[in-house]
C-alpha cells in the first residue's frame, strides 16, 4: 500500500487556508454594488407641503459629490439616487419600488417622512433591503426583532423624553411637572420615555399632564390648567404650531415655568419668531447637531470645513440652514456604514456593519456625543446637549444627558 | 353627452367594440410583460379609473361639482384596512363592503348638499375634503384608523396555486373590479336612470315635472359616485398593503379633479385618460425638473387643456371622427355625436 506523501497533510492545510483568506477577500456583491459603483437610493419630498425637507436630501446629494470628486470609497464612487415621493405614502411605494426593482441600489439611505417611509417599512424588511437612517425618530424605526432592515437616524422620541426627564430629575429635582403631549404614538412615546426619565428623582412630581389632538384649535385650557396645579416645569412636547401657542400662552396667562421643548419644536424660525422672541427666553431643549447660526462654532475646524462644502458642492442651500447639517451628517454616517463594508457589499453585510458601529463620531454631532448601535440597539442618536434661548440664539451650556 | 352605441351604426358600432377588445386584451396581458413595480403602478392606476368613473358620474353626467371626493376614497380605504386589520375580514370582501359604506356615506352627505346651487356644493364638498384626514387623526377614533401610523396589512397571497406573482394577481383583481365597475355605470346610464340624471342635470324643472324627485335623484347619485370612490380606495388599501391619513390630504381631491377634467368630462373612456395622467404625470414632470416638478405639472396640464379642452377622451373623438369621415359615406350622422 503507497502511504500519502509526508507533504500531503502541510499541503493541504496550506491550500485550504490559502483558499479561505482568498474566499475572505473575495468582493461580495448584492445587486447594486459593482467593482466601480455603489447605488444608494433615497425618496424625499421635493414638491408637496413637505418640499423644505428636500434640502435634507439635496445635501446628502451635495456631500456624494464631494466624496465622489476625492475618489470615492474603497475605489468605489457612490451613485445617489433620489426621487421625489411628494410626501405622500403611495407615491413613496411606487418610487422606493423602483428603486430597488429598476434601479437595483444596494440599499436605502436617509428617508424622509414618518408616514412615507412607515409605508414601505413592511416591504424593505420583506425584500431583505436596508432602509437606514430614516429620518424619523418613530419607534418602529427602533424595533431590530421586528424590523431589523431598518434603522432611524433622528432621536427615537422615548429616548428624547427620557433625556429631557433626567435633564429635570438632575436641575431641578423638587420640580413640580406639567407636560403635554399629542394624543398619537409619538406622543405615548414621549411620555413613557418622559415619565422614566423624571423618576430618577424622587422629589420630582407630575402635578399635571394633558394630551391634545393635531385636530384642535388651541392648547390655552390645558395650559390653564397647568397654571392652575401649580406646574413650576414644563414640558411643552408639542409640534411646531402647538409649541409656539404654548409658549405665548403661558407668557401671556403670567405663568413663568421652566419650559422645555423637543428638538423637533426648537426652530426659532418655525417655534420661537412665530411665538415671539421676548416670550420665548429662557426656554430650554435638547440639541444634538452643530447649529451652523451659532457664534460658539465659528471657529470649529469642523463647522468651516462644512462652510467650504456648502460654498463649492451645497450652493443652492442657505448656508445657515440646519437640514443642511442634517443631510450632511446622515452622509457622512452612510459612507461610514459603506467604507466599513469594504469589499463585502452585500445588503447583510450593510445591515450588519451599520448595527455594530462603535464610539463613532461625527464632525456635526456635538462633542462628546457617539453613536454605538448593536443588533439589539438601532438607537443613533441617544444623548443631547441641551441649550438655553436668550432672546436672539441657542446657548449651549451644561453636560450631556441621555441614555 | 356619450356616444350612445345603440344609435350608431353598424360599422361604427364593430370598430368600437373592436377597439374595446383589443384593449382589454391588452390589459390582461400587460402584467405578464412588464418589471414587478410597473405591474403595482398599473394596479394604482385601475383603482384611480374607479374613481374617476365615479366622479365622472357626478360631475359630468350630473352636473354636480365636487372638490371633495378624495374624503369617500378615504373612507372606501379605511373600511378595507379597518375590517382587515381588526376583523381577519377576507380582503376581497372588504371591496363590497367599502362600496356600501360608500354609497351611504354618499347618500347622507348628498341629501342636504344637493339642494345647493354649484359653488356652494363645491364649498361643502371642499370642506369634507378638509374635515376628514384630520378626523382620521382624531383621537376617539384611533384604536380603529390606527392614527397618525395607519394600518398595515399583509400582502394578499396568490389564490388556487396560480402561476403568477402577488403584483400580478392584485393587478388582476383590480383590472376584473375596474371593468365590473365599467359595466355598471354603462348600463346605469344607458337605463332610465341615466337618462333622468341627464335630464336633470340639463333641465332640472322639466324633469321634475315629468315626475323625476331631483333632490332624492341627485342623492342618489351622489352615493352611487361615493360608492365608486369608495371602491377605488378599498382598491388602493389592498394594493399597497397600508392605509395611512397622509395619503388622503385635500390635494388627492384636486388630483382626481384633474384626472376627470383632463381625461374628459361625461366619457366614460376620459376615466381610464385621466387614471394613466394620474398615475404618470408626476413621474414625467420629475424627470424634466428635479428641483420644481410642480412647475412642470402644473405647466402640462396647462398645455393639456389648451390643446384638448374637452379632454383626452375628447381629442381623440374628433381625431377618429375625422378619421371615420374619409371612410364614412354618411359623413351627415357621424357629426351628430356630440361634445
Known amino acids: 500500500m503507497k502511504s500519502t506523501h509526508p507533504l500531503m497533510l502541510p499541503a493541504v492545510v496550506l491550500c485550504l487556508s490559502l483558499a479561505s483568506t482568498a474566499a475572505l477577500a473575495e468582493k461580495k456583491y448584492d445587486t447594486g454594488a459593482s467593482d466601480t459603483e455603489i447605488l444608494v437610493g433615497n425618496t424625499a419630498p421635493y414638491s408637496g407641503p413637505a418640499s423644505a425637507y428636500q434640502i435634507i436630501a439635496t445635501s446628502m446629494a451635495a456631500y456624494f459629490d464631494k466624496v465622489n470628486a476625492e475618489g470615492g470609497v474603497n475605489g468605489r464612487k457612490i451613485k445617489f439616487i433620489s426621487l421625489d415621493d411628494g410626501y405622500n405614502p403611495p407615491k413613496t411605494v411606487e418610487q422606493t419600488r423602483k428603486l430597488v426593482e429598476q434601479e437595483k441600489v444596494l440599499f436605502m439611505s436617509g428617508g424622509i417622512g414618518t408616514g412615507s417611509q412607515l409605508a414601505v417599512q413592511k416591504y424593505m424588511n420583506t425584500s431583505k433591503v436596508p432602509q437606514l437612517f430614516v429620518g424619523s425618530g418613530q419607534s418602529r424605526f427602533a424595533q431590530p426583532k421586528e424590523y431589523p432592515w431598518s434603522m432611524g437616524f433622528n432621536p427615537n422620541y422615548a429616548t428624547e423624553g427620557l433625556a429631557i426627564g433626567r435633564y429635570i430629575a438632575a436641575t431641578k429635582p423638587d420640580a413640580k411637572i406639567a407636560v403635554i403631549v399629542p394624543s398619537d404614538d409619538a406622543g405615548k412615546d414621549y411620555m413613557r420615555g418622559f415619565k422614566e426619565g423624571v423618576a430618577n428623582s424622587k422629589r420630582a412630581q407630575i402635578v399635571a399632564e394633558a394630551t391634545y389632538s393635531t385636530a384642535d384649535a388651541t392648547i390655552d385650557s390645558q395650559l390653564t390648567a397647568f397654571k392652575a396645579a401649580g406646574a413650576d416645569t414644563f414640558f411643552n412636547e408639542c409640534t411646531p404650531k402647538f409649541a409656539a401657542q404654548g409658549i405665548a400662552k403661558a407668557y401671556d396667562i403670567g405663568w413663568k415655568p421652566m419650559m422645555i421643548l423637543p428638538t423637533v419644536s426648537s426652530s426659532i424660525a418655525s417655534v420661537i419668531k412665530p411665538a415671539g422672541v421676548e416670550k420665548a427666553v429662557g426656554v430650554v431643549a435638547p440639541a444634538y447637531l452643530k447649529d451652523p447660526g451659532s457664534k460658539e462654532w465659528e471657529n470649529d475646524k469642523a463647522m468651516q470645513a462644512w462652510r467650504v462644502w456648502m460654498a463649492k458642492y451645497n450652493t443652492k442651500v442657505n448656508p445657515n440652514d440646519p437640514l443642511a447639517v442634517q443631510g450632511y451628517v446622515v452622509a457622512e454616517l452612510t459612507l461610514e456604514v459603506i467604507k466599513r463594508a469594504g469589499d463585502n457589499l452585500t445588503r447583510e453585510n450593510i445591515m450588519k456593519q451599520a448595527s455594530s458601529l462603535k464610539d463613532l463620531q461625527l464632525s456635526l454631532l456635538l462633542p462628546g456625543i457617539q453613536i454605538n448601535t448593536t443588533p439589539d440597539d438601532y438607537r443613533i442618536i441617544r444623548k443631547f446637549r441641551f441649550q438655553r434661548f436668550d432672546g436672539s440664539s441657542w446657548q449651549l451650556f451644561g453636560s450631556l444627558v441621555g441614555d | ?339
Open chain 2, 1 to 339: 353627452m356619450q356616444m350612445n352605441i345603440l344609435a350608431m351604426r353598424p360599422a361604427r358600432n364593430r370598430k368600437l367594440l373592436l377597439i374595446q377588445s383589443a384593449f382589454v386584451l391588452t390589459a390582461f396581458v400587460l402584467p405578464l410583460l412588464i418589471a414587478p413595480y410597473q405591474v403595482f403602478q398599473w394596479t394604482l392606476i385601475a383603482s384611480y379609473a374607479v374613481a374617476l368613473l365615479g366622479l365622472n358620474l357626478l360631475m359630468g353626467y350630473s352636473g354636480q361639482i365636487s372638490l371633495g371626493h378624495g374624503a369617500f376614497y378615504a373612507i372606501g380605504a379605511y373600511v378595507s384596512g379597518i375590517l382587515i386589520d381588526h376583523y381577519g375580514v377576507p380582503y376581497i370582501w372588504t371591496i363590497p363592503a367599502a362600496a356600501g359604506v360608500g354609497m351611504a356615506f354618499g347618500f347622507l352627505f348628498g341629501l342636504p348638499t344637493v339642494k345647493l346651487e354649484n359653488l356652494y356644493l363645491a364649498l361643502a364638498t371642499f370642506g369634507l375634503a378638509v374635515a376628514v384626514p384630520q378626523l382620521l387623526k382624531y383621537k376617539a377614533f384611533e384604536d380603529w384608523t390606527g392614527g397618525f401610523q395607519g394600518i398595515t396589512i399583509s400582502k394578499p397571497e396568490v389564490p388556487f396555486g396560480l402561476p403568477i406573482t402577488q403584483d400580478q394577481w392584485l393587478y388582476y383583481v383590480s383590472l376584473v373590479v375596474a371593468l365590473l365597475m365599467f359595466a355598471l355605470v354603462h348600463n346605469l346610464l344607458r337605463g332610465r336612470m341615466g337618462r333622468a340624471i341627464v335630464a336633470v342635470r340639463d333641465h332640472p324643472v322639466a324633469a321634475s315635472a315629468m315626475g323625476v324627485n331631483v333632490v332624492v335623484l341627485k342623492a342618489l347619485t351622489f352615493g352611487v359616485s361615493a360608492m365608486y370612490l369608495a371602491v377605488a380606495g378599498a382598491l388602493s388599501t389592498i394594493a399597497m398593503q397600508y392605509v395611512s391619513p397622509d395619503s388622503f390630504a385635500m390635494f388627492l381631491s384636486i388630483t382626481l379633479l384633474v384626472g376627470v377634467v383632463i381625461g374628459g368630462l361625461g366619457t366614460l373612456s376620459g376615466a381610464l385618460f385621466g387614471a394613466v395622467l394620474i398615475g404618470f404625470l408626476p413621474n414625467f414632470a420629475e424627470q424634466i425638473s428635479k428641483s420644481a416638478p410642480g412647475a412642470v405639472y402644473g405647466f402640462l396640464l396647462i398645455a393639456f387643456l389648451f390643446v384638448m379642452p374637452s379632454g383626452v377622451a375628447g381629442g381623440l373623438k374628433i381625431l377618429l371622427s375625422r378619421v371615420f369621415k374619409t371612410n364614412s359615406k354618411h359623413s351627415a350622422i357621424s357629426t351628430q355625436e356630440t361634445k
